[in-house]
């Protein structure tokens, strides 16, 4: 039987799942075992379908019976723990009482990523793991094919991300590009138009940059300080905006910006 109680937080068995809070401590702990976290009971099942393999499930013992169906199945230890070790645990009451570790899988090259795709997402220096996990979930609601991520933008597989996306990062296909001055080239070489989104009013609508929608976008959005970099301004082909009310809001939130522009250019064609 793979289901074991653990009475003591500082346990071994459990160093996955320390300070789940503490951001830098979990990055270099993620890299080094190439591993990621996910929350909740909906969230664990859609990365086990997903074919992510589980280092191991970690649950509450008020919420020891939530995977019963799956804890016979996978091969991993299954954790269970008072929800007082939990919290001292992770660092914060882990109300879901259900986490689980997962083992990353090498990211897919671009051209993998882009085969067949028309509609995609590009983003460039996102830097908050919340937007990163949101754009995820519009992306993959409204149907876009594929998302390309700059070489700083946050990573969709960090706990908030992951969390917030609801899982849609285990089902959307994306990579990284390695060169961030010369990697949108690559899309443009492999036939996509270069949105770059703006609120600039001396833009063209999204509206009118695609038409009738035929061809093939893909929608560079920017870092939620700056927005685009010049660089990427100046590489797209069009720059385009959502209009905005004369309400004194210079612009939209990443997410939003990314929600409405995605049903614009995949479902509105
Ligand atoms: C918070 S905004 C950045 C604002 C920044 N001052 C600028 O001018 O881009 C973050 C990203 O959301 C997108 N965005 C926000 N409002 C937009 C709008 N009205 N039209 C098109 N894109 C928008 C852009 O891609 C932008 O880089």
């Not at 990055?27 to 099942?45: C, D, N, P, Q, T």
């Not at 589980?54 to 995977?67: H, K, N």
């Not at 671009?110 to 220096?125: M, N, S, T």
């Not at 590489?235 to 614009?264: F, G, H, K, W």
Request: charged share 25%; hydrophobic share 45%.
């Amino acid at each position: 039987m793979n289901v074991i109680e653990v009475p003591d937080a500082d346990d071994e068995r459990l160093a996955d799942y320390v300070r789940l809070r503490d951001v830098n401590l979990r990055k270099s702990l993620e890299a080094e075992h190439g591993l990621f976290m996910a929350e909740g009971e909906k969230v664990v099942r859609r990365a086990l379908r997903a074919g992510y393999r589980p280092r191991s499930l970690l649950l509450t013992e008020r919420r020891a019976a939530a995977l019963a169906d799956v804890v016979g199945t996978v091969r991993a230890p299954v954790y269970t723990v008072a929800e007082s070790v939990a919290e001292r645990l992770v660092g914060f009451d882990l109300h879901r009482g259900v986490l689980a570790s997962f083992q990353r899988k090498p990211l897919p090259g671009v051209d993998e990523v882009l085969a067949g795709a028309r509609r995609v997402v590009v983003l460039e220096d996102v830097v908050d793991h919340t937007n990163v996990g949101a754009i995820f979930r519009s992306a993959a609601g409204l149907g876009v094919d594929a998302i390309v991520l700059a070489p700083r933008c946050a990573d969709p597989l960090y706990r908030r991300a992951v969390k917030v996306s609801m899982g849609a990062v285990f089902t959307m296909p994306y990579t990284r590009l390695d060169d961030w001055h010369g990697g949108l080239e690559g899309l443009r070489e492999r036939g996509f138009a270069l949105l770059a989104m703006t609120p600039a009013p001396d833009s063209v609508t999204l509206a009118e940059a695609v038409g009738d929608g035929a061809g093939k976008y893909a929608l560079l959005l920017g870092s939620e300080g700056d927005g685009l970099s010049f660089r990427w301004m100046d590489q797209a082909d069009v720059r385009v905006r959502i209009p905005m009310a004369e309400r004194d809001v210079d612009s939209l939130n990443v997410t939003a910006a990314a929600a409405i522009a995605c049903y614009e250019l995949v479902v509105n064609r």
